[in-house]
């Protein structure tokens, strides 16, 4: 667990992220990294899986949105990262800042694939490509069951509050999920 009461000042130019993400996070008002951020993201960065424990709040969200964006192949419209969270309110909160940390990049696509939706409409979307999903466990597996979603092109596979969703019930729906992803992945788990 990360003791989140020490505070540090490693600013996000000493990693080697792109000078246009580094300007994005500047606008954003993130000076400094969080100990999460400062201990998580140079391996995250060079493709390692991660294990991570800490409280709400201490920035690992953006841990993921920038080993996403690093790996990211615009040219490819396929998913490419996936997301996983325990409800929809928690995957439209990462959705949102996913796409605050995309801003860098104007056309990057970012999916929300969720319950309370009409299936009809996440299917037609996925159509016409996508970047990054950010669903949860049931709706995921749905649109794999169906055929509308192939998650062959995943390189990196997020499972936020992996805790939480084992709680729910779904290691089901995450076993067939993780085991539609490519083998050689990384997997970071929050």
Request: hydrophobic share 40%.
């Amino acid at each position: 667990m990360f003791n989140n009461n020490q505070t540090h000042q490693k600013p996000f130019d000493q990693l080697n992220l792109a000078k246009e993400q580094i300007l994005n996070l500047q606008q954003l008002g993130f000076k400094e990294m969080t100990q999460v951020q400062e201990l998580a993201l140079p391996p995250a960065l060079t493709g390692e899986d991660l294990i991570i424990q800490a409280h709400t709040g201490s920035g690992k969200t953006l841990v993921f949105a920038l080993t996403i964006m690093q790996k990211l192949k615009l040219e490819i419209s396929d998913a490419q990262a996936l997301v996983l969270c325990p409800t929809r309110e928690l995957a439209s909160q990462v959705a949102d800042s996913i796409r605050q940390v995309a801003r860098a990049y104007p056309s990057v696509k970012v999916s929300l694939l969720c319950g309370g939706t009409s299936v009809s409409r996440q299917v037609e979307s996925l159509t016409h490509g996508t970047h990054i999903i950010v669903g949860t466990p049931g709706r995921i597996e749905d649109l794999i069951n169906r055929g509308a979603l192939a998650l062959s092109d995943v390189k990196t596979l997020v499972l936020d509050e992996a805790d939480k969703m084992m709680d729910m019930g779904f290691y089901d729906s995450l076993s067939a999920i993780t085991n539609a992803c490519p083998l050689k992945r990384q997997t970071l788990m929050f």
